[in-house]
């Protein structure tokens, strides 16, 4: 098995060193990173219209479609999407997997979650319900949007870790650990976070159980979809980078071109 992630590990290197566009690609990793972690953040920070029911909060991330913010939640699950559906990896099941959570992903934006305030006066979607108006608000939304993050965290956990980091003591392979345990972190998380909203969502269905003002599926959600733009900002080099950081060794190349 120790030869075989080896081989497998040299084949992705071979892969790198001959892309000569190994800057552009680390880059498309960070900015689906980087999009991730604004998104929870851009949404949630001074709201033209803070919740009055859950701590200024609104009760998930789907729901700010139809606040002042929606415009920026469609914005950003469309880009993060097309970003990681142009995304290839190493294989073909890498492909698939960025491939069905890219689509996932617009799906989120494109099939919106049902309207939960009564006048929302500040959007403009809140006449329309999305692309498709026939699956608006039903349970086609919600699985776009465990699909989603469901896949990026099996992307962090199974193809993120690939290669042998059992010898990694220095240099370029103590790197790889590092950014190794930070992937599996991430993945936990985000499927942790699935988790408990699942008993959460089971629960209020059973009970009626209720945790009014704790906006409790947005903090999970935030936190998942934090943890998998960190994750891809990690595999983009921005943090425990092997060697010179990408971007230093770009505009190195450049002033000695």
């Not at 200024?56 to 913010?69: K, N």
């Not at 699942?198 to 629960?203: D, E, V």
């Not at 704790?214 to 900002?233: C, D, N, R």
């Amino acid at each position: 098995m120790k030869a075989q992630n080896f081989i497998k590990q040299l084949a992705d290197q071979r892969k790198e060193e001959r892309n000569e566009l190994v800057i552009s690609y680390l880059t498309l990793r960070n900015l689906i990173g980087f999009g991730g972690m604004l998104l929870p953040i851009a949404l949630a920070v001074r709201p033209a219209r803070p919740s009055e029911y859950y701590f200024g909060f609104e009760p998930s991330i789907s729901d700010y479609y139809y606040t002042d913010r929606g415009d920026i939640l469609v914005v950003i699950l469309c880009i993060i999407g097309a970003f990681l559906i142009t995304y290839y990896g190493y294989g073909f099941y890498e492909w698939l997997l960025t491939f069905l959570a890219g689509i996932c992903g617009i799906g989120v934006a494109f099939v919106p979650t049902k309207i939960g305030c009564d006048r929302c006066l500040l959007s403009v979607h809140t006449e329309h319900g999305g692309v498709f108006k026939t699956l608006a608000g039903t349970g086609w939304h919600f699985a776009f949007a465990a699909t989603f993050l469901l896949s990026l965290a099996i992307m962090s956990l199974v193809f993120f870790t690939r290669g042998d980091d059992s010898a990694a003591t220095e240099g370029k392979n103590k790197q790889k650990a590092i950014r190794n345990r930070v992937f599996k972190i991430c993945g936990w998380v985000i499927i942790g976070s699935l988790i408990i909203l699942g008993i959460y969502f089971i629960l209020r269905r059973m009970i009626g159980l209720d945790v009014k003002p704790f906006p409790i599926v947005y903090v999970f959600e935030a936190v998942a979809v934090e943890a998998f733009g960190f994750s891809w900002l990690v595999k983009g080099q921005t943090l425990w980078p092997d060697g010179e950081h990408y971007l230093k060794k770009g505009i190195n190349m450049l002033s000695q071109a």
